[in-house]
């Protein structure tokens, strides 16, 4: 058998060298690319999640100015309904009551009955912590009337949605 040039054998050491390089560069673009649409992901959901809250307690204000205007002052235990049932429109990620011992399933919208609070549950943040970190909470705080006239009736005039730690009692 007759040797190789010097080229030859040159190009035999460095070729799976190469490959390797490739390879190995093309994993770090790719783990890049992974990270940013991770935390473009992250941040919308963040983003829509803000929005629903808002959006929420917009309409539960809109409803109590509603229910004013027609001369049906709000009852006590108006905090502590499911706001998704007063507003008679559920969106598609909500789930429903959650009770003391379930789970809520991630991305979902949940209402806490015994605590009259709004649920969710991140799609995309706590899977590191076992979903701690992911989940935030809102709890129907009741306002009272500015007036004198009618602080001594006690009447309520809306609910305000406060965010809370949704781990407290």
Not at 34 to 39: A, K, P, R
Not at 56 to 82: H, I, K, V, Y
Not at 117 to 130: D, E, I, Q
Request: glycine share 6%; proline share 5%.
């Amino acid at each position: 058998m007759r040797p190789l040039p010097a080229r030859a054998e040159r190009l035999l050491l460095v070729a799976p060298l190469q490959r390797l390089a490739r390879w190995l560069l093309a994993l770090i673009f790719a783990n890049v690319i992974f990270i940013s649409l991770w935390h473009i992901a992250t941040d919308s959901e963040t983003q829509a999640m803000n929005t629903t809250a808002a959006h929420l307690a917009r309409s539960l204000d809109a409803l109590a100015a509603e229910n004013m205007a027609q001369g049906r002052p709000l009852d006590e235990g108006w905090a502590t309904r499911n706001p998704f049932v007063l507003l008679r429109g559920q969106q598609g990620n909500y789930c429903g009551e959650l009770a003391d011992d379930q789970t809520p399933r991630r991305g979902c919208w949940y209402f806490l009955p015994q605590q009259a609070r709004v649920l969710y549950r991140a799609r995309f943040r706590g899977w590191r912590s076992g979903g701690e970190e992911g989940v935030q909470a809102w709890q129907l705080v009741r306002l009272p009337l500015q007036t004198m006239a009618t602080a001594k009736t006690e009447r309520l005039i809306a609910v305000e949605l406060r965010a809370v730690d949704w781990t407290d009692p």
